[in-house]
């Protein structure tokens, strides 16, 4: 699966490159215009191109990847608080609601300027592999459905080849679930060293630094010498998921809203598919999604990814730091937009 990072891919070779890493069969696979749809079972992924300009003018494209996970039916406003707590189980994708479709997708995207960077359509290619596990896996376990009878899983089928038995796509290609080491060579080195000094050019400051976690704050300091949090953000390398082994967790959590839960229930939502239609600045993995605050009782944002250890490269966990930061520069810009939520 790894390349060496000098290697690179064409725009036009995407695509082709992409089913080619994950070994997908022909007679699974749908073709069009710089898109492609398979199964891996019962639930379509989609990959697709899209072609923007960077702020600088310059053309690139952007690379999608995408999961169909539940049909909402029907799609009712007091439904968006259960979701929108149910949108932070993510980990390597965001679960945004397609409301045209009226499905939950898992969604992840790669900007590429002209060429595409090896190592980096790897990571992208394990983040996609990862999107479908996730899928099947959390409808085997039914976590959503057997509470929300509004719920049903988005089945489809190939419309030639017909349904899918399910394959198990990361068994075949990564090992996430055995008894390995909780940090490997590429975490070997000072990377969170690496990943603090990154952050402190872009305003964060550390707050708390052990072996394998750090935690930052974003704000302004006070006259008494503490911090104005507008963020937190945490950074844990010690991580271990129940099915994809140890692991990368970089969680981000702003302030508690001020209002109850039902009245930010849409703002995930809102986050999530702004980001998936409109943000054009970095790589997007993870997601956003509202938790309690325990000590206030009242709704936070917080934005969460996972990248399992041996999927990673030295400067990914710095990259992975920096997504976090633009996203959350783009969500505090939405907030003031929306002057109910500031």
Not at 248 to 264: M, Y
């Amino acid at each position: 699966m790894h390349a060496e990072p000098s290697s690179r891919v064409a725009i036009d070779d995407l695509l082709p490159s992409l089913v080619a890493r994950l070994e997908i069969d022909d007679e699974w696979l749908l073709w069009a215009d710089r898109r492609v749809t398979w199964w891996a079972g019962d639930l379509a992924q989609y990959f697709w191109i899209e072609p923007m300009a960077l702020p600088d003018g310059r053309p690139a494209i952007r690379l999608h990847a995408e999961t169909d996970y539940l049909r909402v039916t029907p799609l009712l406003e007091l439904h968006y608080p259960a979701l929108s707590l149910a949108l932070g189980l993510a980990t390597t994708s965001s679960l945004y609601l397609n409301s045209s479709a009226k499905v939950l997708r898992f969604h992840c995207a790669l900007n590429s300027v002209e060429e595409s960077n090896e190592a980096e359509l790897d990571l992208f290619a394990a983040a996609a592999a990862l999107q479908v596990a996730e899928a099947y896996k959390r409808s085997a376990a039914h976590q959503l459905t057997d509470r929300q009878p509004w719920l049903e899983l988005a089945v489809t089928s190939h419309p030639q080849t017909g349904r899918r038995e399910q394959i198990d796509l990361v068994a075949g290609h990564f090992d996430l679930t055995n008894d390995q080491p909780l940090m490997t060579s590429w975490l070997d080195g000072d990377e969170l060293g690496a990943t603090e000094q990154q952050l402190s050019q872009l305003g964060w400051h550390l707050l708390d630094r052990q072996a394998r976690r750090c935690h930052f704050s974003y704000g302004s300091r006070a006259q008494q010498g503490s911090w104005w949090q507008s963020a937190a953000l945490v950074i844990d390398t010690s991580v271990r998921h129940p099915e994809l082994g140890a692991g990368v967790r970089l969680q981000l959590t702003k302030r508690p809203f001020a209002v109850p839960l039902a009245s930010v229930a849409h703002l995930p939502f809102l986050l999530n598919s702004d980001e998936h239609d409109t943000f054009r600045m970095t790589a997007s993995f993870g997601a956003w999604g509202l938790q309690i605050d325990p000590a206030s009782g009242m709704p936070l944002l917080q934005l969460t990814c996972f990248f399992p250890t041996m999927l990673g490269r030295p400067t990914l966990l710095a990259q992975l730091a920096v997504m976090m930061h633009r996203r959350h520069l783009h969500t505090e810009q939405r907030l003031r937009q929306m002057q109910q939520f500031c």
